[in-house]
């Protein structure tokens, strides 16, 4: 499995992008960043975006992608996926012929651009090989992290934006899972924000990697505050767990 981060900041200033990750060239967890940072033949090979939640850092580069593939006619359809609540988040909020023009009718509502597909939380989803299963996390909005079984059954876990959670530990729990992408908003010393924003700390990453069990070989972080990166990155390193890093803008992770 090739994990390209095309962005993984949790918030958009110059040199940082919000977060998207593209696996194997076919499919992205989250859609925060598209763009402006694929390739015409990348953008045409995507199918489908496992969507955990509506916020706008982590949705923002659909609407781009869609006009691009319909402006060079490439025919191609993009699924996007998620639970039922964030998927009416964006019929109702984004491509509602307001805000943006409504994909899953252009070209053809016959041969669209845009599909949406549901998923129920905990039920095994089978896409081009892959295996998806969904989980709810803490956030201020309904918000999903998956874990992704590639046809070889090496599996990696991805939370989306989470404060303190327990279910999706879980379940990632019931898969050997290599690699989990998760994420560290703020210092400690905004954990009070964190908490009412629903977003981690590294102290309060240090007490989620507690429940886990056990924690996966490598763990990734992304969403950090562009102006926190230096202290969240110590505060990080000061927990001790010699298996954490940081997920950089443009990097190629092999699983």
């Not at 993009?78 to 109702?92: A, Q, Y």
């Not at 845009?114 to 295996?131: C, E, N, S, V």
């Not at 230096?230 to 443009?250: C, M, P, T, Y």
Request: hydrophobic fraction near 40%; include cysteine.
């Amino acid at each position: 499995m090739i994990i390209k981060v095309l962005g993984a900041a949790g918030s958009e200033v110059p040199g940082h992008n919000c977060p998207a990750f593209l696996v194997d060239g076919k499919f992205l967890l989250d859609a925060g960043t598209v763009a402006v940072a694929l390739n015409i033949l990348e953008e045409r090979t995507l199918r489908w975006i496992l969507l955990s939640h509506a916020h706008l850092d982590h949705i923002k580069g659909i609407p781009f992608l869609l006009d691009n593939l319909v402006s060079r006619g490439t025919g191609t359809t993009v699924t996007v996926l998620g639970g039922e609540d964030v998927l009416g988040d964006l019929r109702n909020n984004i491509f509602n012929d307001r805000i943006w023009p409504d994909f899953t009718r252009i070209p053809s509502p016959e041969e669209p651009s845009l599909r949406f597909k549901a998923i129920d939380p905990g039920r095994p989803l089978g896409i081009d090989g892959y295996t998806i299963t969904m989980e709810k996390v803490d956030h201020t909005v309904p918000a999903y992290g998956y874990i992704v079984e590639d046809p070889g059954k090496t599996a990696i876990a991805y939370t989306g934006d989470t404060g303190p959670t327990d279910r999706f530990w879980r379940r990632m729990a019931e898969h050997d899972v290599k690699m989990l992408i998760t994420e560290t908003s703020f210092p400690n010393r905004m954990e009070k924000l964190a908490l009412a924003s629903r977003h981690l700390t590294p102290a309060l990453l240090g007490k989620e990697i507690g429940k886990m069990s056990p924690p996966p070989q490598r763990i990734r972080i992304m969403h950090l505050k562009p102006q926190f990166v230096q202290e969240i990155e110590s505060e990080i390193r000061a927990l001790g767990h010699d298996n954490i890093g940081f997920l950089k803008d443009g990097e190629l992770i092999r699983i």
